[in-house]
Protein backbone atom coordinates (compact mmCIF):
# COMPACT_ATOMS: atom_id res chain seq x y z
CA UNK A 1 0.00 0.00 0.00
CA UNK A 2 0.76 3.22 -0.95
CA UNK A 3 0.70 6.04 1.76
CA UNK A 4 0.47 9.40 1.03
CA UNK A 5 2.17 11.69 3.59
CA UNK A 6 2.39 15.28 1.48
CA UNK A 7 -0.03 17.48 3.05
CA UNK A 8 -3.33 17.40 1.66
CA UNK A 9 -4.48 20.26 -1.46
CA UNK A 10 -6.13 23.53 -0.81
CA UNK A 11 -10.45 22.51 -1.27
CA UNK A 12 -11.94 23.68 -4.11
CA UNK A 13 -9.92 26.67 -5.49
CA UNK A 14 -12.08 29.79 -6.76
CA UNK A 15 -11.13 32.39 -9.65
CA UNK A 16 -7.73 33.23 -8.38
CA UNK A 17 -9.21 37.12 -9.11
CA UNK A 18 -11.74 37.08 -6.51
CA UNK A 19 -11.21 38.50 -3.03
CA UNK A 20 -11.53 35.64 -0.38
CA UNK A 21 -12.92 38.13 2.03
CA UNK A 22 -14.51 41.28 2.00
CA UNK A 23 -14.75 43.56 5.03
CA UNK A 24 -17.14 46.33 4.93
CA UNK A 25 -17.86 49.07 7.79
CA UNK A 26 -17.34 46.24 10.06
CA UNK A 27 -18.23 47.49 14.17
CA UNK A 28 -18.77 45.85 17.15
CA UNK A 29 -19.20 47.06 20.41
CA UNK A 30 -20.28 45.32 23.77
CA UNK A 31 -23.32 46.22 26.00
CA UNK A 32 -21.96 45.96 29.91
CA UNK A 33 -25.51 45.86 31.10
CA UNK A 34 -24.47 45.54 34.58
CA UNK A 35 -22.06 48.41 34.54
CA UNK A 36 -24.38 50.88 31.94
CA UNK A 37 -21.74 50.86 29.84
CA UNK A 38 -21.14 50.39 26.32
CA UNK A 39 -17.51 49.37 25.35
CA UNK A 40 -16.35 50.26 21.52
CA UNK A 41 -14.02 46.85 20.71
CA UNK A 42 -13.89 48.19 17.34
CA UNK A 43 -15.52 49.91 14.24
CA UNK A 44 -15.68 51.11 10.37
CA UNK A 45 -13.19 48.13 9.56
CA UNK A 46 -13.14 47.56 6.21
CA UNK A 47 -10.26 45.74 4.10
CA UNK A 48 -11.04 42.53 1.00
CA UNK A 49 -7.98 39.56 1.03
CA UNK A 50 -7.25 37.61 -2.12
CA UNK A 51 -6.61 34.55 -2.35
CA UNK A 52 -2.60 33.47 -0.59
CA UNK A 53 -2.37 36.70 0.94
CA UNK A 54 -1.55 37.50 4.63
CA UNK A 55 -3.19 40.48 6.71
CA UNK A 56 -1.55 40.98 9.98
CA UNK A 57 -3.59 42.61 12.99
CA UNK A 58 -1.39 44.98 15.07
CA UNK A 59 -2.59 47.08 18.05
CA UNK A 60 -1.97 47.31 21.88
CA UNK A 61 -3.74 44.80 24.41
CA UNK A 62 -7.39 45.56 24.52
CA UNK A 63 -6.81 47.10 20.79
CA UNK A 64 -9.79 44.60 19.51
CA UNK A 65 -7.47 42.12 17.67
CA UNK A 66 -9.13 38.97 19.07
CA UNK A 67 -12.63 40.39 18.66
CA UNK A 68 -12.26 41.44 15.35
CA UNK A 69 -10.90 37.37 14.79
CA UNK A 70 -13.89 36.11 16.71
CA UNK A 71 -16.08 38.67 15.07
CA UNK A 72 -14.99 37.16 11.46
CA UNK A 73 -15.58 34.10 12.81
CA UNK A 74 -18.89 34.43 13.94
CA UNK A 75 -18.25 33.80 17.40
CA UNK A 76 -19.34 37.38 17.92
CA UNK A 77 -22.38 38.83 16.02
CA UNK A 78 -21.38 42.68 14.74
CA UNK A 79 -23.23 45.48 15.50
CA UNK A 80 -23.09 46.54 11.67
CA UNK A 81 -21.20 46.08 8.48
CA UNK A 82 -20.56 43.14 6.08
CA UNK A 83 -18.34 40.08 6.08
CA UNK A 84 -18.51 38.97 2.68
CA UNK A 85 -16.77 35.86 1.99
CA UNK A 86 -16.81 34.07 -1.48
CA UNK A 87 -17.47 30.34 -1.09
CA UNK A 88 -17.85 27.78 -3.08
CA UNK A 89 -21.75 27.81 -2.60
CA UNK A 90 -21.17 31.72 -3.86
CA UNK A 91 -20.59 35.09 -2.04
CA UNK A 92 -22.16 34.84 1.54
CA UNK A 93 -22.34 37.69 4.32
CA UNK A 94 -20.90 36.07 7.23
CA UNK A 95 -22.46 39.14 9.39
CA UNK A 96 -25.97 37.68 8.47
CA UNK A 97 -25.83 34.03 7.21
CA UNK A 98 -27.35 31.44 9.80
CA UNK A 99 -25.91 29.78 12.16
CA UNK A 100 -26.34 26.11 10.35
CA UNK A 101 -24.53 28.04 7.30
CA UNK A 102 -21.73 29.17 9.49
CA UNK A 103 -20.84 26.05 11.32
CA UNK A 104 -20.59 24.40 7.87
CA UNK A 105 -18.34 27.22 6.70
CA UNK A 106 -16.31 26.36 9.98
CA UNK A 107 -16.05 22.66 8.67
CA UNK A 108 -15.00 23.70 4.69
CA UNK A 109 -14.21 27.24 4.23
CA UNK A 110 -12.79 29.06 7.89
CA UNK A 111 -10.06 28.01 10.24
CA UNK A 112 -9.62 29.13 13.48
CA UNK A 113 -6.44 28.77 15.49
CA UNK A 114 -5.34 30.20 19.11
CA UNK A 115 -2.98 28.71 21.53
CA UNK A 116 -5.05 26.43 23.34
CA UNK A 117 -6.16 22.59 22.45
CA UNK A 118 -9.67 21.13 22.87
CA UNK A 119 -8.47 17.90 24.13
CA UNK A 120 -11.24 15.67 24.71
CA UNK A 121 -11.14 12.27 27.47
CA UNK A 122 -9.47 9.31 25.50
CA UNK A 123 -8.98 10.63 22.38
CA UNK A 124 -5.33 9.57 20.87
CA UNK A 125 -3.37 12.68 19.81
CA UNK A 126 -2.95 11.39 16.29
CA UNK A 127 -6.69 10.86 15.98
CA UNK A 128 -7.58 14.32 17.13
CA UNK A 129 -5.23 15.51 14.04
CA UNK A 130 -6.19 13.48 11.75
CA UNK A 131 -10.00 14.06 12.43
CA UNK A 132 -10.40 17.21 10.42
CA UNK A 133 -9.02 14.83 7.35
CA UNK A 134 -11.44 12.21 8.01
CA UNK A 135 -14.64 14.33 8.20
CA UNK A 136 -13.36 15.31 4.86
CA UNK A 137 -13.86 12.31 3.46
CA UNK A 138 -9.69 11.02 3.64
CA UNK A 139 -9.20 7.29 3.97
CA UNK A 140 -8.63 6.23 8.02
CA UNK A 141 -5.10 4.90 7.15
CA UNK A 142 -3.75 8.23 4.67
CA UNK A 143 -5.60 10.70 7.11
CA UNK A 144 -3.61 8.98 10.03
CA UNK A 145 -0.08 8.71 8.26
CA UNK A 146 -0.77 12.51 7.37
CA UNK A 147 -1.65 13.09 11.09
CA UNK A 148 1.69 11.62 11.95
CA UNK A 149 3.32 13.79 9.73
CA UNK A 150 2.33 16.55 10.88
CA UNK A 151 2.69 15.69 14.54
CA UNK A 152 6.31 15.11 13.77
CA UNK A 153 6.79 18.18 11.93
CA UNK A 154 5.69 20.44 15.12
CA UNK A 155 8.28 18.32 17.39
CA UNK A 156 5.92 15.77 19.21
CA UNK A 157 7.48 12.84 20.64
CA UNK A 158 6.88 9.43 18.98
CA UNK A 159 6.01 8.19 22.10
CA UNK A 160 3.41 10.42 22.28
CA UNK A 161 1.00 10.00 19.27
CA UNK A 162 -0.60 7.02 20.71
CA UNK A 163 -1.51 8.48 23.80
CA UNK A 164 -4.31 11.36 25.41
CA UNK A 165 -3.16 14.80 25.28
CA UNK A 166 -5.08 15.60 28.14
CA UNK A 167 -2.04 14.56 30.00
CA UNK A 168 0.20 16.27 28.00
CA UNK A 169 1.76 19.33 28.84
CA UNK A 170 1.43 23.00 27.94
CA UNK A 171 3.93 23.28 24.84
CA UNK A 172 2.93 20.04 23.88
CA UNK A 173 -1.02 20.66 23.73
CA UNK A 174 0.05 23.35 21.79
CA UNK A 175 1.56 21.46 19.07
CA UNK A 176 -1.06 19.17 18.58
CA UNK A 177 -3.03 22.10 18.23
CA UNK A 178 -1.09 23.48 15.69
CA UNK A 179 -1.03 20.20 13.55
CA UNK A 180 -4.77 19.50 14.16
CA UNK A 181 -5.52 22.98 13.29
CA UNK A 182 -3.29 23.77 9.84
CA UNK A 183 -3.91 19.92 8.21
CA UNK A 184 -6.87 20.83 6.25
CA UNK A 185 -6.33 23.84 4.09
CA UNK A 186 -9.01 25.90 4.33
CA UNK A 187 -9.99 29.25 2.19
CA UNK A 188 -9.84 31.63 5.13
CA UNK A 189 -7.47 31.07 8.15
CA UNK A 190 -7.32 33.19 11.20
CA UNK A 191 -4.55 32.86 13.85
CA UNK A 192 -4.82 34.28 17.39
CA UNK A 193 -1.35 34.59 18.65
CA UNK A 194 -0.86 31.02 18.04
CA UNK A 195 2.92 30.81 18.72
CA UNK A 196 3.08 32.57 22.39
CA UNK A 197 5.07 30.25 24.75
CA UNK A 198 6.02 27.99 21.82
CA UNK A 199 9.88 26.77 21.51
CA UNK A 200 11.92 28.22 18.25
CA UNK A 201 11.36 24.86 16.92
CA UNK A 202 7.82 24.59 16.80
CA UNK A 203 7.97 28.17 15.82
CA UNK A 204 9.48 27.34 12.98
CA UNK A 205 7.38 24.35 12.12
CA UNK A 206 4.47 26.90 11.98
CA UNK A 207 6.16 29.52 9.82
CA UNK A 208 6.64 26.87 7.04
CA UNK A 209 3.69 25.13 7.52
CA UNK A 210 1.85 28.62 6.87
CA UNK A 211 4.04 29.64 4.06
CA UNK A 212 2.86 26.01 2.15
CA UNK A 213 -0.71 26.82 2.98
CA UNK A 214 0.27 30.72 1.62
CA UNK A 215 1.27 29.29 -1.54
CA UNK A 216 -1.86 26.83 -2.20
CA UNK A 217 -3.35 29.94 -1.60
CA UNK A 218 -4.81 29.87 1.48
CA UNK A 219 -5.94 34.32 2.84
CA UNK A 220 -4.55 34.61 6.43
CA UNK A 221 -5.38 36.89 9.19
CA UNK A 222 -3.44 36.75 12.30
CA UNK A 223 -2.13 38.36 15.50
CA UNK A 224 1.64 37.35 16.20
CA UNK A 225 3.27 37.51 19.32
CA UNK A 226 6.69 37.68 17.58
CA UNK A 227 5.45 39.22 13.85
CA UNK A 228 9.47 38.70 12.95
CA UNK A 229 8.11 35.31 12.84
CA UNK A 230 6.04 35.80 9.69
CA UNK A 231 7.49 38.84 8.47
CA UNK A 232 8.15 37.24 5.13
CA UNK A 233 4.73 36.26 4.80
CA UNK A 234 2.93 39.66 5.37
CA UNK A 235 1.43 41.56 2.63
CA UNK A 236 -0.33 44.06 4.76
CA UNK A 237 -0.73 45.14 8.15
CA UNK A 238 -4.33 46.66 10.37
CA UNK A 239 -3.22 48.55 12.68
CA UNK A 240 -6.16 48.59 15.72
CA UNK A 241 -5.20 51.44 17.37
CA UNK A 242 -5.60 53.94 14.00
CA UNK A 243 -7.26 51.52 12.52
CA UNK A 244 -5.53 52.10 9.40
CA UNK A 245 -4.31 49.66 6.71
CA UNK A 246 -1.08 50.12 5.31
CA UNK A 247 0.49 47.44 2.07
CA UNK A 248 3.66 46.26 3.49
CA UNK A 249 6.74 46.40 0.95
CA UNK A 250 8.02 43.77 -0.06
N1 LIG B 1 -17.09 39.21 25.62
C1 LIG B 1 -16.72 40.44 25.98
N2 LIG B 1 -17.51 41.24 26.76
C2 LIG B 1 -17.14 42.47 27.11
N3 LIG B 1 -15.99 43.05 26.73
C3 LIG B 1 -15.17 42.33 25.96
C4 LIG B 1 -15.47 40.99 25.54
N4 LIG B 1 -14.45 40.53 24.78
C5 LIG B 1 -13.56 41.53 24.72
N5 LIG B 1 -13.98 42.60 25.42
C6 LIG B 1 -13.27 43.88 25.54
O1 LIG B 1 -13.00 44.37 24.23
C7 LIG B 1 -11.73 44.99 24.17
C8 LIG B 1 -10.88 44.32 23.13
O2 LIG B 1 -10.47 43.05 23.61
P1 LIG B 1 -9.62 42.04 22.73
O3 LIG B 1 -10.25 41.94 21.40
O4 LIG B 1 -9.46 40.77 23.50
O5 LIG B 1 -8.21 42.80 22.60
P2 LIG B 1 -6.80 42.32 22.04
O6 LIG B 1 -6.97 40.93 21.49
O7 LIG B 1 -6.43 43.33 20.98
O8 LIG B 1 -5.86 42.38 23.19
C9 LIG B 1 -11.14 44.89 25.58
O9 LIG B 1 -11.37 46.10 26.23
C10 LIG B 1 -11.92 43.75 26.21
O10 LIG B 1 -12.01 43.90 27.60
MG1 LIG C 1 -6.10 39.10 21.97
Redesign the pocket.
Same mark, same amino acid.
Given at each position: MIVQTAMPAASASLAPDLPVIEVEGLAKH?D?HHLGQR %?D =?FSGIGFRIMPGQFLLLT $?H? $? =? $????LLRTLYRSYLPQAGHVWLNTAEGRIDLARAADVDVALLRRREIGFVTQFLNARPRVPAEDLVAEPLRLAGRPAAEALAVARAALAEFGVKRELWAAYPSTFSGGEQQKVNLARALILPQRLLLLDEPTASLDAGARAALVRRLAALKAQGVAMIGVFHHPGDVAGLIDAELN %?DNKETSNVAK
Open positions: FM %L =A $GN $G =A $GKST %L
